[in-house]
């Protein structure tokens, strides 16, 4: 299938009530680095007291346990397979910078969405979905952009495979303009919140979708914080980072209710993978297994917070599987339009507001890049059986073992179930059978597979 029309979809938008949405990103922070999903090192008590006044949802995956890929699958409510961006020729996983590759600008985004119901949409943070100017955030539906455009890890002077010049150094944006450069990253949390109150302010009479996805506590083993917070925490530099995140979001939710904006706003704070193998390790997944970058429950099952005064009872621990994929076709919903038609993503409202406890999803892939490598379906995650399984970001291989697991009893994956239960390995095979048939594999283009945007 083709591209679909963006002028045409957006035609088709109906009314509806406009609350606003505030979206905010972790980089890398894994499943267990808080302290209301178990952390016992950090300090996080505004993001304790938002679960307190909010739900708490315990089964929720992002589409990739890699940046770039999860950061577009939740801007467009897709796995990142179907548009493309699972993994590109020259760049690999994420996209590096000065690539010729990006979101494709066809691709509808939830702020392309928003921005035609009369929302005012900004973004404040890390893009990672294209740097050409064709790809940035303000060719994809926000009126405002200040932030990195790729990754915080990407340090200047490094070269490539398959370029002839090394990288820049990294840039912070405002709008399509360079304004600092290499940027000072220990204050971009603190920075990135100043403008996010400021976005508040200035947008407080109207709807507005304010997207931000924070650089921290990122992929380098000596992440960043301001001076405010660098060496208060037990946890080295990441926990200065994770607990200099939680202020930051106490300041949001304080400005929220300073402005009067507190009931009328949908406020979700999630991680875009789980946190990445360090040394020292510091980043925590558990109780999950594996680490951030794999298809384990560590790699893409991660925390996610959503609050909503009113509307989102306070307390909730919801554990249906439901996915960051979500979030498109639901804030549609929320603002009154219409989601496009060929994305994964599933309205996700019923379970938000407790009117149901069954998944929208039959089933949830796991892609390693182009390769399929798991199927959840209820309780049960089979993890396939492989010829050569891609292990790491070099592309390495290794045989691939089918098991079956648990992870609703089993999250740590540490119990094969395949021997006792055929029954169910072969009812996930034929899903597995599905998801190859119409998004692909190493070896196997999906019918429903779309281009990935390309400049020469």
Known sequence: MGVFSRRAFLAQLIPGKAPNIILVLADNLGYGDIGCYGSKLHRTPNLDRMAREGARLTHFYVASGVCT????????????????????????????????????????????????????????????????????????????????????????GRMFPGRSAPSPPLPLMENDRVVEAPVDRDTLTKRYTERAIAFLEGNRKRPFFLYLPQAMPGSTPNTFSSAAFRGKSANGR?????????????????????????????????????????????????????????TQEGGQRVPCIVRWPGKIAQGRTIDTLLTAMDWL??????????????????????NLSGK?????????????????????????????????KLVNLQSATAKGEMALYDVVNDPGETTDRAKANPDVVQQLMQWAAKARSELGDVTVTGVGQRPVGLVQ
Request: glycine letters at 12%.
């Open 69 to 156: 890929p999860s950061r577009a699958a939740l801007m467009i409510g897709c796995y990142p397979r179907r548009v493309g961006l699972h993994h590109t020729e020259l760049d690999g996983f994420v996209l590096r910078p000065v690539s010729k590759y990006g979101l494709h600008p066809n691709e509808i985004t939830i702020a392309e969405l928003l921005k035609a119901r009369g929302y005012t949409t900004g973004m404040i943070g890390k893009w990672h979905l294209g740097d050409h100017p064709s790809f940035l955030p303000t060719k994809q539906g926000f009126e405002s952009y200040f932030g990195i455009p790729y990754s915080e890890d990407q340090e200047g």
């Open 238 to 294: 990441y926990g200065d980072a994770i607990e200099e995140l939680d202020w930051s979001q106490g300041e949001i939710l304080a400005a929220l209710k300073r402005l009067g904006l507190d009931r009328n706003t949908l406020v979700v704070w999630m991680s875009d993978n789980g946190a990445v193998r360090r040394n020292p390790v510091q980043g925590s997944n558990l109780p999950m297994g594996g680490w951030g970058y794999t």
């Open 329 to 350: 076709p639901t804030i549609a919903r929320l603002a009154g339009c219409s989601a496009p038609e060929k994305i994964d993503g599933k309205d996700m409202w019923n």
């Open 356 to 388: 149901s406890r069954t998944s929208p999803h039959e089933a949830f892939y796991y892609y390693y890049g182009p390769q399929l490598q798991a199927v959840r379906r209820g309780n049960w995650k089979l993890v396939l059986p492989l010829d050569a």
